[in-house]
């Protein structure tokens, strides 16, 4: 029933982003991108595509792989280091990305948002439009936070809630966080065996917000207090959204076969009846 549920909700969705976490597009031993991962990644997004369905990628990695490539910044990284990280490792998180989408006959347009510029008239109309175009022409949309501009007070390091802010502008119909748990767990599975799943949620209560934990991987930045953050803007959009473990081959394949994930229900919205910006 389960794998049936997801398997409508990723194959109905005409437009989706999905998330991709630092924790998983980095190999937290070597510093170096999880390519055999990434490639299988890409295949998935490719048969969506082939299905005629409209993708967008959200994707952490590029503080990660900077600093695993350059030693001088020092330990730990405030966030000046992180943003000089940053700028290193985006360079090479594009090439992979790029890479991959080019042997199967893809172009990759990179875009390098901030909160402030969701916010903002003007700049969110002019990402939109970009976003538009990109997708017109048949390259596939990867967007990062732009890192070296951003602010702790607006949000540095938070791409779960960007995700769900690009869902937003977009009229998506699905979100997709890939994360490297489950799903919202009653407790902190890594600290309690008996945390149970949770399957679907409607309204993000007091209780569930009681239940968000901190992720425990090195390169994860949100944990499961921003990924709420990002439900209740994508659930308010009309928006619905799955969080999955995404550590697997083939991570949006499995969501389809039936991998357990969380799913929140969007308040109801109809696609057709959203403004278009
Ligand atoms: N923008 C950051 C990066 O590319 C990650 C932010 C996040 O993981 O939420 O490393």
Partial sequence: MAATTRSVQLVSAQRLVVKIGSALLVDEVTGDIRSAWLETLI????RLFSRGQQVIIVTSGAVALGSGQFDGLGRPLRIKEKQTAAAIGQVRLMLAYEQSLKRH???LGQMLLTGEDMGNQHRRHNAW?????LLKIGAVPV??????????EICFGDNDR???QVAQMVNADLLVLLSNVDGLFTEDPHHNPLARLLTEVRCITPEIEAMAGHSHARHSSGGMVTKLM??????????????ARGTERYPLAA???GAPSTWFVPFGKDRATREEH
């Fill in 230 to 243: 990002a439900a209740r803007i994508a659930m308010n959009a009309g928006c619905g959204m799955l969080i």
């Fill in 162 to 164: 960007l995700a769900a």
């Fill in 43 to 46: 295949a998935d997004i490719v």
């Fill in 143 to 152: 967007i990062n936070e732009n890192d070296t501009t951003a602010t702790a």
């Fill in 129 to 133: 439009s970009t976003l538009q175009q």
């Fill in 105 to 107: 006959g893809f172009a």
């Fill in 255 to 257: 969501i389809e076969n």
